[in-house]
């Protein structure tokens, strides 16, 4: 079911929206080489906690997982697409591209956001991925206009990134509905045909987000049971934002 956001809804919303906003952009500036996955997360940890609020993804146990998620912020690195567990262990390195993907809940209500960052200098294929996939979500962002429906979003995005080059669309994973709970209805997929699926209502609020490879659109789950890797190893950007439908269009409110 589609939950359309009461005002007041809205009203604390955009204010957990600028403060994850700013909490990802503090966190994505530490990323040198030799950070670990898991001083990101401590540190993302521990400004939402300054703020008064709430991480999402901490303990939340996503459908047909065996355990609880356990860190606040999802660090995915070069092959993997999502859901990457931050350890010690993962040591982020020169040319390394890096997918932070943070969830928090202010005042009862849940925004998501996320930013694939470069560590030091990356090969020029890398580099374009990164800028292919946020102008995706850019696009399928723009689709968002009155009248507009979930497929407009989809097909927006696979169609630039087709123009682009030869990208994989990861298929499996998508946007979702986001406010009241982490994930809600609609599904947003990342490819799709005009003109088709939910309509957008001004109330609505969506997270876009798509993920491209440099290979398959193929991907497999780690050992650790969360962390989602390419197929074939390639290496995976994403960008994400959660978006409130307008009368007139949209709104990012993951934004500072
Ligand atoms: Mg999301």
């Known amino acids: 079911m589609i939950i359309i956001k009461t005002p007041a809804e809205i009203e604390k919303l ?22 670990s996955a898991l001083e990101l997360d401590m540190f993302a940890q521990e400004e939402i906690k300054k703020l008064g609020d709430t991480p999402a993804f901490l303990g939340y146990k996503a459908p047909g997982h065996r355990i609880a998620y356990p860190a606040a912020l999802c660090v995915s ?10 350890t010690a262990k993962t040591i982020l390195k020169e040319g390394d591209i890096v997918s932070l993907d943070l969830g928090i809940k202010h005042e009862g209500l849940f925004t998501d956001h996320a ?3 470069a560590v030091g200098t990356l090969s020029k294929e890398r580099a374009t991925m990164l800028q292919v996939t946020r102008e995706a979500m850019y696009r399928g962002i723009q689709a968002i206009v009155p ?3 979930v497929g407009d979003i ?10 682009e080059g030869k990208y994989g669309i990861v298929r499996s994973f998508a946007g ?10 609609p599904f947003v997929p990342n490819f799709g045909r005009k003109n088709t699926g939910e309509k957008l209502v001004p109330g609505m609020v969506i997270a876009i987000e798509p993920m491209l490879t440099l290979g398959t659109e193929d991907v497999i789950e780690g050992r650790d049971g969360y962390t989602m890797k390419t197929e074939d190893g390639s ?8 978006v409130l439908i307008t009368e007139t269009g949209y709104e990012i409110l993951t934004e500072v």
């Open 14 to 35: 955009r204010e957990g929206g600028k403060r994850l906003a700013t909490v990802l952009a503090k966190t994505a500036a530490l990323v040198v080489p030799g950070i």
């Open 77 to 86: 690195v070069n092959a993997e697409v999502v859901h990457g567990i931050p």
């Open 115 to 117: 930013v694939t960052v």
């Open 147 to 149: 009248g507009a429906r």
């Open 154 to 163: 989809g097909h927006a995005i696979e169609s630039y990134v087709k123009k």
């Open 176 to 185: 979702h509905g986001v406010g009241r709970a982490i994930h809600e209805d």
């Open 235 to 242: 290496a995976a950007a994403h960008f994400e934002h959660t």
